[in-house]
């Protein structure tokens, strides 16, 4: 049962445009929520987080938005650079969670 | 200050070998978390440790998987008998807070069973 899902696998983007990457998530007790980066043969980089008590968390390029009635949370990154060419994982938890739920990965590529 | 570190990188086992991963986590941090990422799949959580403690292990498969992060010394991630469905990699993470809000990933173990 995935509980964090990211719909779209892959995003392509040109340098200097808005990456939007989004999430959906499917349970009401998730209250807490991250973004994480991750290049081939790497482990995944924590990027930015948000908790379920705001709507927007905001760090240099990076922001991300969260809409608890929908339970939808998306990741802005603007301007876009090749660098950002990576696979960016939405994950959730409970406030006394012990473990994070991920989403499948939406794979990034800014075109230079 | 180190971050998570894992050994090995890559380990090949044959079908029926015992394959022992391991994870030191960051200075500081008392809390380790295994997770498994599947080809095409996103990371699934395996199991929670503290010093000593299992804190949560129902990711776990309940059979030929065992993890330990004893007093001294990394955290063991233990599988007997691989198969060619344990093929993955394998990232621990770990945190200095009792609740999870922010975890630091090692580089992971790709395990590969032929």
């Known amino acids: 049962d995935q509980q964090v899902k990211q719909n779209s696998p892959s995003l392509s983007v040109q340098e200097g445009r808005i990456s939007i990457l989004n999430c959906d998530y499917t349970n009401s007790m998730f209250d807490y929520f991250l973004w994480y980066k991750k290049y081939p043969a790497e482990g995944p980089t924590f990027l930015i987080s948000i908790s379920s008590i705001k709507d927007k968390n905001e760090d240099g390029r990076f922001t991300v938005f969260l809409n608890k009635s929908a339970k939808h949370l998306s990741l802005h990154i603007v301007p876009s650079q090749p660098g950002d060419s990576a696979v960016y994982f939405c994950?959730?938890?409970?406030?006394?969670?012990?473990?994070?739920?991920f989403g499948t990965g939406t794979s990034l590529t800014v075109i230079p | 200050n180190a971050g998570v570190m894992q050994n090995p990188r890559h380990l090949v086992r044959r079908r029926g070998q015992e394959a022992r991963l391991r994870c030191s986590p960051m200075?500081?941090?008392?809390?380790v978390y295994w997770y498994r990422q599947l080809p095409e799949e996103g990371l699934k959580f395996m199991v929670y440790?503290?010093?000593?403690?299992?804190?949560?292990e129902s990711g776990m498969p309940k059979e030929r998987f065992s993890a330990e992060f004893p007093k001294e010394g990394p955290s063991i991630l233990r599988i007997q008998q691989v198969v060619r469905g344990d093929s993955a990699a394998y990232f621990c993470?770990?945190?200095?807070?009792?609740?999870?809000?922010?975890?630091?990933f090692g580089q992971g173990t790709r395990l590969t069973v032929v």
């Open positions: 993470a770990s945190s200095p807070l009792k609740y999870v809000t922010e975890a630091f």
């Open positions: 994950a959730a938890t409970p406030n006394t969670g012990n473990q994070f739920y």
């Open positions: 200075k500081g941090h008392s809390h």
């Open positions: 440790l503290q010093k000593e403690n299992i804190i949560d």
